[in-house]
Structures are given as structure tokens and as C-alpha cells.
């Protein structure tokens, strides 16, 4: 007897605007997000949107950080990073270009899926500067978009640094503490 063809639905933007709950969509297919981040996580993210913020106010930078906004992607691929630096206009509703500064924030349930599926997704789409911080294991990868527009691995520029700066469009730079972001 034979087995009935699996069916694999390829949704859109337009199907992910009317569901309920959080989820992502990468390239057509739903992507349960994860339960609310621990402690640790949430810290992490609140202290480095406070930084980054207050480095782009003091310049007077037309750049803004977010923390939860969805940024589609393409017509079939939506992404919720954990924080976002957004250079240029500002999204009325969502983000549908890349950001200047992608960040997210390792966790037990999506540590594999932002190395690889996620790195992968940022490197095609653009992203200028993409940060993977582990508040457990206190450190922070930084992966640098190259002229040959692939991810260029600066972790090492950093890895022993207290302090790091990252320059943005047009000449801002923005920094990083890992004393405050460990804190």
C-alpha cells in the first residue's frame, strides 16, 4: 500500500501577519520561537540596548536600537533578533531592509539555529555586523560582513577586550562593555 505524499506548506509574510503566538518564518516554513529567555538572557539584552543606545544618542546618530521587532526578511522569511541597530529611516511597523547590527543572545534552546541557520540567513541578507553573546559563558563572537560579502570572524579582535567599538554607517561607532553586558 502506498504512503501518502507529506504535505510541507511554504507560507508567506502575509500568512505570518495573522498568526497567534511567536514564531518566525524561514524561507516558507514556521518556526515555533522559543519560551520567554531566562534571566541571564533578558539581563544581557537590556544592558547591551541600554549601551548601544546611549553611544547613538551621545553622537547624535540617526540610528536606533530595537529589541523585538520583526524584520521581514523576503516574501517568505521573517526573523525576530533579540536586538537590532537600525541606521537611516526608522520602520513604522516592521523592518524590511537589513539592519546595521544584528545581536543575538545565546540560549540553551537556540545556540545551534543562531550559529548556523540564523548566521547563514544575516550573511545573505546583509547584515554589516553581527554579535552572538553567551551571557553564561561570558563571551561575545563578532562576524563582520566583508567586501566579498561573507562573514568575516573578528572574535579574536576581541576576545580579551573589556571595552570593543563597532562603526556603523556613516563613521558612528557604537560600544560595547562586557563589564556592563556580564554585569
Known amino acids: 500500500m502506498p504512503i501518502a505524499p507529506g504535505y510541507d506548506p511554504h507560507y508567506s509574510v502575509a500568512d505570518y501577519l495573522q498568526w497567534e503566538g511567536d514564531w518566525e518564518l ?8 522559543s519560551p520567554s529567555p531566562l534571566g541571564p538572557h533578558e539581563r544581557a539584552a537590556a544592558k547591551l ?31 525576530r533578533p533579540d536586538v537590532m541597530v537600525v541606521c537611516g529611516s526608522q520602520p ?5 531592509r537589513p539592519p546595521a547590527l544584528t545581536i543575538e543572545i545565546l ?5 545551534e539555529k543562531d550559529r548556523t541557520a540564523k548566521r547563514s ?3 545573505l541578507a546583509g547584515v554589516s555586523h553581527y554579535l552572538l553573546v553567551d551571557p553564561i559563558a561570558k563571551t561575545i563572537a563578532w562576524l563582520e560582513l566583508g ?14 577586550a573589556e571595552r570593543f567599538s563597532l562603526t556603523l554607517a556613516d563613521g558612528y561607532r557604537i560600544e560595547v562593555d562586557r563589564r556592563i553586558t556580564f554585569a
Not at 26 to 33: E, S
Not at 50 to 77: H, K, M, N, R
Not at 107 to 111: C, E, I, K, L, P
Request: proline content about 2%.
Open 147 to 160: 567586501h566579498d560579502a561573507t562573514f568575516l570572524d573578528r572574535s579574536s579582535e576581541i576576545a580579551h
Open 26 to 33: 524561514w524561507n516558507g516554513t514556521a518556526v515555533a520561537m
Open 92 to 96: 513604522g511597523r516592521h523592518l524590511e
Open 49 to 79: 540596548v541600554f549601551q548601544i543606545e546611549s553611544c547613538l544618542q551621545a553622537q547624535g546618530c540617526p540610528c536606533a536600537t530595537y529589541a523585538g521587532l520583526d524584520w521581514i526578511v523576503s516574501d517568505d522569511t521573517v526573523v
Open 107 to 111: 540560549s540553551d534552546a537556540t545556540a
Open 121 to 123: 540567513l544575516y550573511e
